[in-house]
């Protein structure tokens, strides 16, 4: 059977991903990755150069997959943090990986840069932020995004502080969410 480098790069990736998103990059051990992956550790360092560019590339892998599961909708900024809600609750593993991101990484990638740019620019172009500069577009963006990590990020036992459980309780939290994107949108772009 031929070699299909394709196939390991993308087996390395989602075993990355499994790795990183439980134990964080400090805690992940590329022998773990590369027998989940079904591979060897050489083949980590020929691909990516090291595990904090395995851990690099997982990141952009894991984002640019993030956007395609959940479109940015510039005109309708709620609807995009209900959508986002929605796609972090069914993936909780993705908050981790940014958690543990945040706290092992100050830095931020010229991606995130550029994707952050350009949604405050997306916002911008389709008059959600009517009036407004590229500053105010990206506090926008920042807090609606906020918004849709708060449940994800908080513990379930203050979770469950709203007086009901479980499913019901998760929806009127979405709600919640879709009303407050909806608040400061217009009271940042009024």
Known sequence: MAYNS????RRLLDAAFEEFSERGL????VDRIAAVAAANKQAIYAYFGSKDGLFDAMLEDRLGSLADA??????????YAGALFDHLVDNPELVRLNQWKFLERADVSTAEVDSYRAKAQALLTAGQARGADLTTAID????VLNLTFAWTTMSPGLRALGGTEGAQRQR????AVVASAS???????S
């Open 26 to 29: 400090a805690g992940a051990r």
């Open 140 to 143: 926008l963006l920042m807090l």
């Open 70 to 79: 959940v479109p940015f909708l510039p005109d309708d900024l709620p609807r």
């Open 172 to 175: 009127r939290h979405r709600a």
């Open 6 to 9: 394709a196939a390991t790069r």
């Open 183 to 189: 608040a400061i949108t217009t009271a940042l772009t």
